[in-house]
């Protein structure tokens, strides 16, 4: 069988907070939108699609949930989100195409080059975190379709004790 995603069609993949796979044979995105629950810190999204084929022609893929990032230690740091390697697995594939077609939105607004996000210490804003979010076809599992992120760049905003 194949999800054929069309202009219009909207498919939700799992629940949020929830781990779950769901095979389906092929997956064709073709104008549709692909919902996925995940958070950041993240290697797989709460629910994964498994298929043989993907291929995206056009459309919008929705990343939904925590996706604000932490910066408190010991669990967060900047230094970690330099690294080019911050990705989640939201589709794994045999064969992949076409995530450079498709539009990459976060909680419902769009996120690619010099999005600009707002970091916090001890609950004052001290910078401005420029990051970088696309789709990828590739990444540490293989084939699929993934959400890449990291830091390019910091812009301090506040001269004090945090």
């Known amino acids: 069988a194949t999800l054929a995603l069309n202009a219009g069609s909207s498919t939700t993949v799992g629940n949020s907070g929830v781990s779950s796979s769901e095979a389906v044979g092929n997956v064709a995105v073709n104008g549709g939108t692909l919902k996925f629950y995940a958070a950041i810190p993240g290697q797989l999204a709460d629910g994964v699609i498994a298929t ?18 932490d910066n408190t230690p010991p669990d967060g740091s900047l230094l970690n989100q330099i690294s080019a390697a911050n ?3 939201l589709i794994s594939a045999q064969n992949a195409s076409g995530a450079n077609t498709l539009t990459l939105q976060i909680n419902g607004t769009s996120v690619g080059q010099d999005t600009v996000k707002q970091i916090e210490q001890g609950g004052v804003h001290v910078a401005n975190g420029v990051y970088d979010y696309g789709l990828s ?19 301090l905003i506040e001269d004090g004790p945090n």
Request: negative net charge; charged residues 0%.
């Open 87 to 89: 990705g989640i697995q």
């Open 137 to 155: 076809n590739t990444g540490d599992n293989g084939a699929g379709l993934y959400m890449n992120y990291a830091l390019t760049a910091l812009q």
């Open 52 to 69: 043989n084929n993907l291929t995206a022609n056009s459309g919008v893929v929705n990343v939904l949930g925590n996706v604000s990032i």
